[in-house]
């Protein structure tokens, strides 16, 4: 039973997606409505997947896959696996997608091909969920690829200036060539170990030779810093998140970004140990640098999408610092601000786009007072920014926390040092947008709180940051056994 619930989830958006364009004519109105069920379900069985390997596999550290034959010439299966890494990060995709869905119900309501709207979001959706949850290596490539199109469909065609075929063109040829290296990668690793199956590939890896070894980490580190826009292959992200529509920007930065990282918990850190090792004191040294440049770009910005853009790029850092100590504090850090900077990445978007419609302007020097019109809007923005921040109790304080305690753990002493210093940009430039915007008197443009269905994705994303605050253990109960299980391998 538990294989096709995971069936449903992966593929139930992406097959619905398709069938929208079929009956556009009958769904009229409905279709956000009935885009936003299809993502629901898709969440709520990801939850009953959680509760499934919860329940029978507690006390035991053990994966649960389902394969079926697919290219059996090749030793190839299609399948699912499930375990205490890719169950959160699956249900943080599929809530992310519930939520730009209900979401985009109004804000893109005077979108004229809604169909074709909300069919890209359900396969971008499915190509994410296809990603974590995959079982062999062609597949995850497979679905990698698939979540290029329908994203460059909704940047290219359903962007907010004249700029968006370029933009889209742009973000295509990046994203696409970090997914060349990482395919070369993979046949590297079947030219060598004769399988793709990710169960098998730990004891296939050990005898591949060291030059090899070390050509195929760096061939997978491209396409995954790429995707997570580690400087200095950041460049296509800024032009890219201020172009896309809100709800589809929060995607982007809350949900495909965070594939990236994954890629780097389910392939380098336990396939390719040795080599993460190697480099530990390089993914430390990019992490800060990421850190600091995309901190100190935001300064320089005036539009509220390319703050929160440069932003994301100096959230990310922090998670290849994590993954760089090589430490069960760091590694679990990491794995949680995957989930946090998800939710409050997503919050922020969403909250920006409820002030962007509101008082007509991306341009903060033209925004003022806005918690006196948007008091519900402006505190949502305040609890992501400040938990991005890293201020208890709000989420984001474990994950750094974490992050920068698993660096003095594994005695990088001067590094965690220069990252505390890199970091504390964060802080100082949400404070000073926030008291831009937010505080003095009111702009005579400004309208009171956005529509409610826009507004009550914002709520929700809110709550789960304070949520996710004071009982950190509801995501931790997952992150912790596997953050333990791979700083083992890395000991």
């Not at 890896?205 to 060291?210: A, E, G, R, S």
């Not at 140990?273 to 004191?281: F, G, K, L, P, V």
């Not at 601000?337 to 002030?355: D, E, P, Q, R």
Request: charged share 10%; glycine share 8%.
């Amino acid at each position: 039973m538990i294989e096709y619930i995971a069936l449903f989830a992966v593929k139930a958006p992406g097959i619905f997606g398709f069938i929208t364009y079929a009956i556009e004519k009958y769904l009229k109105r409905n279709i956000g409505l009935i885009a936003a069920v299809i993502t629901a379900s898709s969440f709520f069985s990801v939850l009953s997947m959680m509760k499934f390997v919860l329940d029978n596999y507690k006390n035991e550290q053990h994966t649960l896959v389902f394969s079926y034959p697919w290219v059996s010439s090749m030793g190839i299966n299609f399948g699912f696996l499930m375990d205490m890494i890719s169950l959160p990060i699956g249900l943080i995709i599929a809530l992310i997608s519930t939520l730009s869905c209900i979401y985009s119900i109004r804000y893109v309501e005077k979108e004229p091909n809604q169909a074709g709207y909300y069919a890209s979001l359900l396969i971008f959706m499915t190509g994410m969920m296809g990603v974590i949850f995959s079982s062999n290596l062609i597949q995850f490539y497979l679905f990698w690829e698939l979540m290029l199109i329908p994203s460059y469909v909704l940047i290219a065609k359903y962007g907010t200036s004249k700029r968006r075929l370029s933009v889209g063109f742009k973000y295509f040829m990046f994203t696409h060539a970090g997914a060349l290296f990482m395919l070369l990668g993979i046949i590297y690793i079947y030219y060598y170990t004769h399988t793709l199956d990710i169960e098998e590939l730990p004891s296939r890896l050990i005898n591949v030779p060291k030059d090899a070894a070390t050509v195929i980490f760096l061939l997978l580190l491209i396409g995954f810093f790429v995707k997570l826009a580690i400087f200095p292959l950041h460049t296509w992200l800024p032009d890219t998140y201020s172009e896309a529509s809100i709800p589809v920007a929060a995607m982007l930065s809350g949900a495909m970004a965070k594939c990236g990282a994954y890629g780097i918990i389910r392939i380098l850190l336990p396939f390719l140990t040795q080599r993460m090792i190697e480099a530990s004191d390089f993914l430390l040294i990019f992490g800060i640098i990421t850190i600091f440049y995309g901190g100190l770009i935001t300064f320089s910005q005036t539009d509220i999408k390319r703050i929160l853009a440069y932003s994301s790029i100096s959230q990310m850092g922090y998670i290849i610092y994590g993954f760089g100590t090589a430490s069960t504090l760091g590694i679990m850090g990491s794995l949680l601000h995957v989930i946090n900077h998800a939710v409050c990445k997503s919050l922020l978007f969403m909250c920006a786009g409820s002030i962007i419609r509101q008082t007509g302007t991306r341009n903060v020097k033209k925004m003022r007072g806005l918690i006196s019109r948007m008091p519900v809007t402006s505190l949502a923005f305040l609890i992501g920014a400040l938990s991005l921040a890293g201020i208890p109790p709000l989420n984001g304080f474990w994950s750094e926390w974490m992050i920068f305690a698993g660096g003095l753990a594994s005695g990088k002493i001067l590094l965690t040092f220069l990252g505390v210093a890199s970091a504390m940009i964060t802080p100082t430039y949400f404070l000073w947008f926030a008291w831009r915007i937010f505080f003095g008197s009111a702009s005579e443009n400004i309208k009171e709180e956005s529509h409610r269905t826009i507004m009550f994705p914002i709520i929700i994303l809110a709550l789960i940051c304070i949520a996710l605050g004071i009982l950190p253990g509801l995501m931790l109960q997952f992150i912790a056994p596997a953050a333990e299980s791979l700083s083992t391998k890395m000991s």
